[in-house]
């Protein structure tokens, strides 16, 4: 991808990067001393530092962080700190098993066919009960969140390339807690994200639980909550030695759900490939977006308001690459648009926003119809059903008998058929 091709953000965080590590010599001063502290004032010669170092996700980082395998960790206020170390986590595999939990019959002002925010999915899992149960704690209430100070702490952190620790010294860095709940006998504090991603930060975890332990006499508990298409996914953390960053490890996962009616059978799909509509290929690129959960995540969160291509690549777990394809996806499916005015901007359609306002079971047979009004899908999953299985090279015969735009080459159709298999699996693990 040339550089014309590439968001402005990310052109130029990389070029902001690269000369402020030639301006400080950077890479000498890591590989010397081990790290290099860089100041906020430093690096606003260049760019604004929230823009420049606000990576919550390892496929965030700039090039030459990737390439040199580093991280940036804040420690005070306007300090941050660059070296080797590992400062992210990979999500485990998740259960599939989804608990059903339901709303006090009072509530009337939170509606859980429309989850637009971080705070909204808190409101619901809370007074659902979702976290009473997770936390196996009835006395549960809401008390600590939004922007503090740390305090003041050191800490050890993997040096990924010495297979050694890195002493770190927070003095006051701000940390944000987006929700706590006080029990009895502990405390959680919750991370909650409505995008989904192979990783996280532990920085969002790990420095309120290092500021908290100090301020209270009762065991604290780091949570993760994603919520994505109608499920509350909640993982437990702990720190085996709380004075390690990188002795994370998960401690319990489980799903939740508000939604009444989840069960999709295989005649429903059948029926659905039986009477749906087949519409003409679009000429939009085909898409490559394996995961169609995160089709679904991208519409999710062009809800609440139209996003830049920048946007969607600085909040989100995408690379500009990402970026490109999934919106492309969503575009193919006719559930986004892309207008170009000064920026690159996405926006639901009117098709897209109807979807996510039905109810689960509704919405997830409304996604299988716009994937299954495409024929080579409709034709795929229908040789799935016969078969019992389907593998890559059936895929790909299958989309040689279709006209597919801009699909030609041998190597194309491979990859493509990739995207075909994910999105079946994802239909047939409805069922």
Known sequence: ???IDKPEHESRNNTAWQLLFEKYDILHHIEQDGSFQISATQIKEFREPRLMAKFDHTINLPKLFVQNKLSILPVTRGDYII???????????????IIRVSLPYYIQSLNVD????????????YVSGIMADFLEDEQLVPTVSGRMGSGIFDFEIKDTEHNSNIVVKVHNSQIEIDAGYEGLQKLALIEAKRDLSDDFLVRQLYYPFRTWTERVNKAVK???????NGIFHLYEYQFANPM???????????????????TI??????????TVQIVKEPDIAFPQADSFNRVINLCELLLGHPMTREEITINYAFNVRQTNYY??????????????????????????RDILRLSY????????????SHKVFADSLRLWFKQGEINNQDIVATMKQNYLYNVESESTYIRRASTIKGWLEWIVGLL
């Open 1 to 3: 991808m040339s550089d």
């Open 83 to 97: 070296s080797h170390f590992d400062a992210y986590h990979k999500f485990e595999s998740i259960s599939s098993d």
């Open 114 to 125: 429309s989850i637009t925010s971080e705070a909204v999915a808190l409101n619901c899992a």
């Open 222 to 228: 780091p949570i993760f909550l994603v919520y994505s």
């Open 244 to 262: 390690e960053y990188s002795s994370i490890m998960l401690v319990k996962q489980k799903n939740y759900t508000v939604e009444e009616d989840m």
């Open 265 to 274: 059978t295989t005649e429903e799909i059948s029926q659905l490939l039986d």
């Open 327 to 352: 919106t492309d996806a969503a575009r193919y499916l006719g559930l986004i648009d892309k207008q170009r005015n000064n920026d690159i901007t996405f926006t639901l359609t009117s098709k897209g």
């Open 361 to 372: 079971k509704q919405r997830q047979l409304a996604f299988c119809e716009a994937v299954l």
